[in-house]
């Protein structure tokens, strides 16, 4: 039997229905626990939306008189295992039925009053049936002694039970085009890109991929509410997002564009949806997908599309996004005007190198003193292959401790500058230490905030990518 693990969250609390009630009686033979819960999935969590107490006649009751329920796939639970089988809430007109079940069969409701669950479970025995028809032949293939002999007639069988349910769910959806089922199977059913055998062997992958692209959604009306409210559409779009597409902020934002374009700007799923890449966005921990966040904000909030968002949560991201904006990467570097040991001059745009790190660090902090053994190895490898060290102690009114710290170190031949202003600390929001910034020979941000550890492997590849643009502009030229 399947388990469903509950994670008991809040639900969020923004789109309720237009209806305003609903009674939905479950009975289920053989189940005697006090409670039965009723839940649902909404992005990659689950949600406990209702409980009802079993009646003195063996029911359980959920209901409201002052709201309905979302529409959605929604889990009926049972204690103590977390057992469920699922129903749907496909109208908001059709809140009001019956359902009964029994313990050992859960999946094999009989439904009263409701048309959208009774197209449900229909098309849930059906696929029963037919789970139980490919069995054996599904079981027999597990044996990888078979011969083509033995193995051809048990894919013959199978092949013939999906052509089955292809028209049966096409069958269903010329029927009942716009029952929730419908809608269920359109997202479910396959949708792989052709095969461009035409083309040469090298060229069919590029192609299949760029018609996955245009055509990902297609089977998927992303317009329809009742869609957020499923086991499946999360993965779906994330895949889209995070694995059809380059992980290139720039890219990235594109095809955030791409799946919120889809989407009505005043449905459940925009608001939703808009969120969580903006969360997941301010939350990641992958170099340069601020700027991800600072298109959301401007994109989506700054706008006005976000209208359910207060002003003072807006100008909070608003003001977040001005502190970041100038330190994406591909930005030029905040120039530093600052003082060297001796007391001379020095800033930032002086420094004459194919790389700039700097490093914000405090003598007293434990991560930096495990930075430092990382930084001198790199530095002794890296100084002269254009390479320097912008390095700054953040605590400018302790410099003799700075200065101590250097000496014990041996780290004096890096550049250590100072600031009696500490401007920086706004300048490169530096809220932590150790703070490391990687700027080119035109102090553009080329990565950031990333470990000491991480240098060496970070510069070996900018040092590729610069041969292969070195190698490309020669080519170029020579035709």
């Known amino acids: 039997m399947r388990k469903y693990y509950l994670f008991l969250f809040m639900a969020l609390t923004f789109g309720l229905s237009a209806q305003e009630s609903y009674k939905i009686t479950i009975e289920i033979d053989g189940y005697e626990e006090p409670i039965l819960s009723l839940a649902n999935n909404v992005l990659d969590k689950q949600y406990i939306v209702d409980t009802a107490a079993r009646s003195p006649e063996g029911t359980y009751v959920f209901e409201s008189d002052t709201s309905a329920l979302p529409r959605g796939i929604y889990l009926v639970v049972l204690a103590p295992d977390n057992s469920y089988f699922q129903m749907v809430v496909g109208d908001d007109d059709d809140q009001v039925f019956t359902l009964k079940t029994r313990k050992d069969k859960l999946a094999g409701a009989t439904v009263e009053s409701s048309e959208e669950n009774e197209i449900f479970f229909e098309y849930l025995a059906y696929l029963d049936r037919q789970g139980e028809a490919s069995r054996p032949a599904r079981e027999a293939l597990q044996d990888s002694t078979l011969t083509d002999e033995q193995r051809d007639p048990l894919m013959e069988k199978l092949n013939a039970i999906s052509d089955e349910v292809d028209l049966h769910q096409q069958k269903i959806m010329a029927e009942y085009p716009q029952s929730f089922t419908t809608a269920i199977i359109k997202a479910n059913r396959a949708n792989d890109p052709p095969a461009y055998e035409h083309l040469a062997e090298e060229e069919r992958n590029p192609a299949r991929l760029a018609w996955l692209l245009e055509h990902y959604f297609d089977p998927l009306d992303l317009k329809d509410d009742r869609l957020l409210r499923t086991p499946f559409l999360f993965e779906r779009i994330n895949y889209y997002v995070d694995r059809l597409h380059i992980q290139h902020p720039d890219t990235v934002a594109m095809a955030i564009d791409k799946v919120l374009g889809k989407m009505d700007p ?214």
């Open 266 to 479: 005043n449905s459940e799923l925009f608001k939703y949806y808009v969120v969580h890449f903006t969360n997941k966005a301010a939350k990641s921990k992958i170099v340069g997908m601020d700027a991800v966040y600072v298109h959301m904000v401007d994109a989506y909030y700054k706008s006005g599309l976000a209208y359910w968002v207060d002003p003072e949560q807006l100008e909070t991201m608003t003001e977040d996004v001005e502190r970041i904006r100038p330190l994406l990467i591909g930005r030029k570097a905040p120039n530093l005007a600052m003082s060297r040991r001796d007391g001379s001059p020095v800033e930032l745009y002086d420094i004459d190198a194919k790389y700039t790190v700097l490093y914000f660090w405090k003598y007293d902090c434990s991560s930096c003193k495990k930075s430092t053994p990382y930084m001198k190895d790199f530095y002794a490898k890296w100084k002269d292959r254009g390479v320097e060290v912008f390095s700054v102690c953040t605590k400018q009114n302790e410099l003799e401790k700075c200065w101590e710290y250097i000496d014990d170190n041996e780290i004096g031949d890096w550049l250590h500058a100072t600031d009696r202003y500490q401007r920086f600390f706004k300048d490169y929001d530096v809220r932590s230490t150790p703070t490391i910034y990687v700027l080119d020979e035109n102090k553009e941000i080329v990565s950031k905030r990333i470990a000491a550890k991480q240098l060496d492997e970070l510069l070996e590849n900018l040092e590729k990518q610069r041969e292969l643009r070195e190698e490309s502009d020669k080519s170029t030229g020579e035709r």
